[in-house]
């Protein structure tokens, strides 16, 4: 039997218990019922720091950042969107990523937004994932009006945003077996 496909979790804050945190957790967890293996990085734990800061070329975290994405068969990039695009730790952290960690890898993308919906930040995490040699699925979430998406025990209250959650999950897992090396 081959082995479990692996899919990595890169959040767009620091806080893996924000809104965008949250929606990340539920697709690794769906994915993860769908036979994956789910890994997820702790920007929290273990901050990258801005490409060219001082130091920043040695830095261990990068490293054990690149390795888990080298590990990796595909990609859950989940961003809050900021001012029209994705957060700056999402950027930062597709910044330290090449195409010898990605090439060929899959990759979905969800974002949140404080008001209406909008692909922007999707769109932008769709451009940066092809440049570094991604296969983005087209299957994608925007969740709008965050402060109102979830109930008190952390599920999202749209039925039609649950559904398209569960869609993404489920295309994530079954197109990344099929590109699989
Ligand atoms: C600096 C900043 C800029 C923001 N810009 C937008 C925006 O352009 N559009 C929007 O709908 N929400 C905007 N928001 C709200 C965030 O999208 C929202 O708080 C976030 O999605 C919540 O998820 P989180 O808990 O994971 O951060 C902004 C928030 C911050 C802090």
């Not at 994915?31 to 130091?55: F, K, M, R, S, Y």
């Not at 451009?127 to 699925?137: L, M, T």
């Not at 599920?155 to 559904?163: F, K, P």
Request: glycine share 8%; aromatic share 6%; with cysteine.
């Amino acid at each position: 039997m081959s082995q479990p496909i692996r899919v990595m979790g890169i959040c767009g804050t620091y806080d893996l218990q924000s809104a965008n945190g949250r929606i990340l957790e539920i697709i690794l967890d769906q994915c993860g019922e769908l036979g994956a293996e789910v890994t997820i990085w702790d920007h929290g734990a273990n901050p990258l720091p801005l490409v060219g800061a001082q130091g920043s070329w040695e830095d261990e975290n990068v490293r054990q950042f690149q390795s888990m994405a080298t590990d990796s068969d595909a990609y859950v990039l989940s961003s809050p969107e900021y001012h029209g695009t994705m957060s700056g730790v999402m950027k930062n952290s597709l910044d330290w990523l090449y195409s010898k960690h990605t090439s060929g890898k899959v990759f979905g993308l969800v974002s949140t937004l404080g008001g209406q919906s909008s692909n922007n930040t999707l769109n932008h995490m769709r451009i940066a994932a092809r440049w570094i040699h991604g296969w983005v699925i087209p299957e994608q979430v925007a969740v709008a009006n965050i402060k109102k998406a979830f109930n008190e025990n952390g599920e999202i209250n749209d039925e039609a945003v649950r559904d398209r959650i569960s869609a993404l999950s489920r295309s994530i897992v079954e197109n990344t077996k099929k590109l699989r090396r």
